[in-house]
């Protein structure tokens, strides 16, 4: 099966696209002094996008894909991030998270998904940042704009890494992308799902299908255009308002936690030109 995409006028050309970010994940591996990443691998396009860019700007020997299944996940996944590695050419590890997350999850009510696909999230995001500290190596992002911008992640979870090459990237994109990386058809083909709970699909919890909410998002937050112009273009107005207010509802995942200012505590991320050169350098006190 050869799954047919078409390239919207307003997405980055996707081979463009494909160097930058693999310049980027070098420049940053290189500023931090590491030469290894690992990724969750989840048998989805965003993970496997990310793992084939990665193995694209390391080499695949340097990039560890992570499969972490819980009990109800589906098998298909598994297979599905086993098709990837193989296409990469990347090395794999499988550790299921159903007994961590069990521990936690015992005094959730069933019927609560979003709080227990929360709690998944997290454990996997626990075995990423232990895997990364046990290899000296970073974490790999997998989360797009379209997601970012929508809120439609988990704090700490899937959003929690240490660089992120698909940030800005439209889920649109993210499958162009996949088709220019050479991954496996059955990736592309399939639903988009965090695969949290059995039948769960992205594109059912929000409402919507990410290629139309791909081309509101662009023009209502990359050209800033207001509703009645989005209207105009003949989107509903229902939709417009719907989206607006779920992109201003989840600004606060989309920034590091507000804290408070002292005068004189200077950020030693931002450039200081009165700021006296330090004698030594500072080195990597191992934390990750």
């Known amino acids: 099966m050869n799954i047919e995409l078409d390239c919207p006028d307003w997405a980055v050309e996707p081979a463009e696209a494909v160097d930058k ?3 980027f994940i070098r420049a940053t591996l290189e500023a931090a002094g590491k030469d290894s990443l690992v990724i969750g691998l989840s048998g989805g396009i965003d993970s496997a996008v990310s793992a084939g860019l990665a193995a694209r700007a390391l080499g695949a020997d340097n990039v560890l894909g992570v499969m972490m299944p819980y009990a109800t996940s589906s098998a298909a996944s598994v297979d599905d991030a086993v098709a990837v590695a193989a296409a990469v050419g990347m090395k794999t590890e499988k550790i299921e998270i159903t007994s961590m997350a069990d521990a936690f999850l015992a ?13 998944m999230a997290r454990c996997r995001m626990v075995v990423l940042y232990d895997i990364s500290a046990r290899d000296g190596s970073l974490v790999l992002g997998t989360g797009n704009r379209t997601e970012d911008l929508l809120g439609y992640t988990t704090m700490f979870g899937d959003n929690a890494c240490a660089l992120n090459p698909l ?25 988009p799902s965090a695969d949290l709970w059995e039948g769960q699909s992205d594109e059912d919890e929000l409402g919507f299908t ?11 937050i990359d050209q800033g255009l207001g509703p009645k112009q989005l209207e105009a273009l003949g ?6 308002g719907r989206v607006a207010g779920r992109v201003k509802a989840m600004a606060f995942k989309r920034s590091a936690p507000p804290v408070a200012f002292f005068s004189g505590r200077e950020d ?13 350098p500072f080195t990597d006190g191992g934390f990750h």
């Open 235 to 240: 989107f509903n107005s229902d939709l417009v």
């Open 21 to 23: 970010c693999a310049a």
């Open 268 to 280: 030693p991320d931002q450039e200081n030109p009165q700021a006296e050169p330090a004698d030594e």
């Open 210 to 220: 990410y290629a139309e909410v791909d081309r509101l998002l662009v023009h209502m």
């Open 107 to 119: 005094d959730i009510p069933a019927r609560d998904l979003v709080r227990r696909g929360n709690v």
């Open 167 to 191: 940030g800005q990237l439209y889920k649109t994109e993210i499958r162009l992308l996949a088709r220019e990386l050479g991954l496996p058809e059955a990736v592309l083909a399939k639903a």
